[in-house]
């Protein structure tokens, strides 16, 4: 190796030692006489310093180096005055006397420091991510991402899982997102399609034998994007033979588990808590709790019955609910105005506020005369409401009303709360419906995928009502995002047939789009059931941030594009002549 040792190496230990470092100039200091160089590689920064009276050669070329210059030091460790030690690194007691310096590269002045990279544009950034990615935190994001990975591997390993590749190259099947699709040339005017997941071919595995499959895979969905998308994203992709919900539970949460002691994050106590979809929507207002903290939702239409709070009494009289939370916080009025008016937006009637006193047993205000004493205390008391807080009103029909709480619920928490040290919460959430309406036309379309299994004794025949049907899905939920989702798959085909029969495909249609699959079911499928957990999005909440894009190499800017090569980019005349393609009259941009 052209070097000794690295940047983030050098302790007092060393003190002594010819050295060689390899490195990026991170700054360069020209105190007259001297010359001091930070260091820096992804192992850290070594202070370097070039001394005339040492190598005159050297400190000529140190005077004319340029910032992210990649240079090697051949030299000597010394320890640091007392003066200049610095606590704040771990090569802070010593630096480097250098007897050569060699310039391995020159650089041109970069577009930014890098040290300050992380506060820039994300274009900027995206543009020149090979500059950004020398970052500290880049660097580190990278390394745990690729623990992770392993510590996952290992896991899986241990548990007797195989690791299996499957195509990228598939057919585009109506399975849920927009396909990106790949044009065939020695079959022009056809397509492959690439895989929104590996679902259907890791459900032939099992059919295959493979019992227990596992992929750390990339997936591709051509949506529009938001922070938490990326058109390719990766997955930790996972299938089970001879299992059922529990089996892939306690897979997951000990790979999860593993991620985050890789991730240097601690151990997650597991199993994690489960909690039904009814429940979820009941209690917080949402399929994707964040538990790190209360603020539950509460019901209280017995309670508003009793009382003579009429507007919100007819409400429940007529079938709706009343609920509230107990919001601890000292909110001012425009505050509060401000929450009515947001639940109006959401589409709640509005939402009503009655402070406790400070005495903690009794409300105050114009609208606790509406609640005779003995109901004021059951309000408090079920709310669990703490004296001075607000409770917080809503009614109207159940769906709405947990809606706009959950979402009172949310922006109550970043308002007031500081998460940022807490502890990471995870959470399943089970016994999704089936199907959920379709938000254009209302007609059913799967809450997991086609492929999920109705609950246990569900029949699909005769059913008025196709959204009451259970089924045998689950989620994964990590601090109010979801994580991943899985589901005890569909093994008869019959059932799977008419599962896709009831979202409304014609037989024609099932055959030619899942031939494939009912066909490969007809041979002896065992039961089987999987999970596929955004890693990327895993990893990215471990470190503790929402941006997926931090922990991905080179993330696609937030139209789609990847900035550091300009794609997607026009091809030329002969490659669309050889796919049989041709551009229409206002995309006639070739290369
Ligand atoms: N293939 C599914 C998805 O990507 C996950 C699964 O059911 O395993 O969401």
């Not at 690729?146 to 195989?162: G, K, P, V």
């Not at 059919?207 to 938001?226: A, T």
């Not at 922070?227 to 919900?245: H, I, N, V, W, Y």
């Not at 089987?528 to 894009?549: K, P, S, Y």
Request: net charge negative.
């Amino acid at each position: 190796m052209l070097r000794s040792h690295t940047c983030g190496e050098l302790r007092p230990g060393h003190i002594g030692s010819s050295v060689r470092l390899g490195g990026w100039l991170a700054r360069v200091r020209d105190h007259g006489g001297l010359i001091f160089l930070d260091l820096r590689d992804r192992y850290g920064v070594t202070q370097v310093v070039v001394d005339p009276r040492v190598s005159a050669a050297s400190h000529t070329l140190a005077e004319g180096l340029g910032r992210e210059t990649c240079i090697l030091v051949v030299g000597h460790v010394r320890e640091r005055s007392a003066d200049t030690v610095n606590s704040a690194v771990p090569t802070g007691e010593i630096e480097v006397v250098a007897e050569e310096v060699r310039c391995l590269a020159s650089s041109r002045v970069p577009p930014f420091h890098v040290e300050e990279a992380g506060a820039l544009a994300p274009e900027t950034r995206l543009r020149y991510r090979f500059l950004d990615l020398r970052r500290e935190w880049s660097q580190a994001a990278l390394q745990r991402r690729s623990a992770a990975a392993l510590a996952i591997r290992n896991t899986l390993a241990e548990r007797s899982f195989t690791e299996i590749e499957t195509p990228f190259l598939v057919r585009s099947t109506p399975e849920g997102a927009r396909d990106f699709i790949v044009p065939s040339r020695t079959e022009p005017g056809s397509f492959f399609a690439l895989p929104q997941s590996p679902q259907l071919y890791k459900q032939l595995l099992m059919v295959s034998g493979c019992d227990r499959y596992y992929q750390i895979v990339r997936c591709f969905r051509d949506e529009d994007l938001r922070q938490d998308r990326q058109p390719e994203f990766t997955q930790l992709d996972l299938e089970m033979s001879f299992a059922e919900e529990e089996d892939v539970m306690e897979v997951t949460e000990a790979a999860v588990a593993a991620a985050s002691r890789a991730c240097a994050e601690g151990d997650v106590p597991h199993p994690f808590p489960r909690i039904s979809h009814r429940e979820a929507l009941d209690r917080f207002g949402t399929d994707k709790p964040d538990l790190r903290y209360g603020l539950e939702l509460v019901d209280i239409s017995d309670l508003i019955r009793e009382s003579s709070f009429d507007i919100v009494r007819s409400v429940v009289e007529g079938g709706g609910v009343a609920k509230t939370i107990s919001a601890p916080f000292a909110l001012s009025r425009a505050y509060l105005n401000d929450l009515i008016a947001f639940a109006q937006e959401l589409g709640a009637a509005g939402l009503a506020y009655i402070r406790v006193d400070d005495g903690g047993s009794a409300l105050e205000g114009t609208l606790a005369k509406l609640f005779p004493s003995a109901v004021q205390e059951r309000l408090i008391e079920r709310a669990g409401a703490t004296p001075g807080s607000f409770l917080l009103i809503v009614s109207g029909p159940r769906e709405m009303t947990n809606q706009v709480l959950g979402a009172v619920r949310t922006r109550l928490a970043r308002d007031f709360l500081d998460l940022s040290g807490s502890r990471p919460e995870f959470v399943w959430i089970t016994d999704f419906p089936l199907f959920e309406p379709d938000p254009v036309n209302g007609r059913p379309v799967p809450a997991h995928h086609p492929f999920t299994s109705p609950a246990e004794g569900e029949s699909l025949e005769g059913v008025d009502d196709p959204f009451q049907i259970g089924s045998r899905s689950y989620d994964l939920v990590l601090n109010g995002v979801e994580l991943g989702s899985g589901s005890v798959r569909i093994h008869d085909p019959t059932v799977q047939a008419r599962v896709l029969g009831m979202l409304g495909m014609e037989p024609d249609a099932v055959e030619r789009d899942f031939g494939f699959l009912l066909q490969a079911l007809e041979y002896g499928p065992p039961p089987h059931a999987g999970i596929a957990v955004g890693f990327d999005r895993l990893v990215a909440l471990l470190l503790g941030t929402h941006d997926i894009r931090e922990v991905i190499a080179f993330p696609k800017s937030r139209s789609g594009e990847s900035l550091v090569d300009g794609a997607p980019a026009p091809v030329s005349e002969d490659q669309l002549v050889a796919l049989g393609l041709e551009l229409g009259p206002d995309l006639g941009r070739v290369r």
